[in-house]
């Protein structure tokens, strides 16, 4: 969290406000001192625009364009047929964009 927090180039202080909590209280948490609840880890999480797998170390993808987790969550939620589909066109598209760029 402290790690995101900074990139974010946000303080404890600023982050605290925009929880409702003290910056003791974000310290701890950095500190792994005390773990939030879920509903506090969501509102870190929405505060320095990650997901809750994120922030909790779950997973290794830190996407910050909404507009792009939201198409692949849409692609997500598709039949495993039209996921197949995407997937497919997508790895068309990237093929032939590295040729390009490597003929030009």
């Known amino acids: 969290m402290a790690q995101v927090r900074r990139e974010k180039?946000?303080?404890?202080d600023a982050l605290a406000k925009a929880l409702d909590a003290t910056p003791t209280t974000i310290g701890r948490y950095e500190r792994d001192e005390v773990k939030?609840?879920?509903?506090?880890a969501a509102k870190i999480a929405t505060a320095l625009d990650v997901s809750v797998d994120y922030l909790i170390g779950n997973s290794?993808?830190?996407i910050k364009d909404k507009a792009l987790l939201k198409r692949i969550n849409g692609v997500l939620a598709l039949s495993d047929k039209d996921r197949e589909h995407v997937f497919a066109l997508m790895d068309a598209f990237l093929r032939d964009t590295k040729?390009?760029?490597v003929y030009s």
């Open 9 to 12: 180039d946000m303080s404890q």
């Open 36 to 40: 939030p609840s879920i509903d506090v």
């Open 99 to 101: 040729a390009k760029k």
């Open 60 to 62: 290794d993808t830190f």
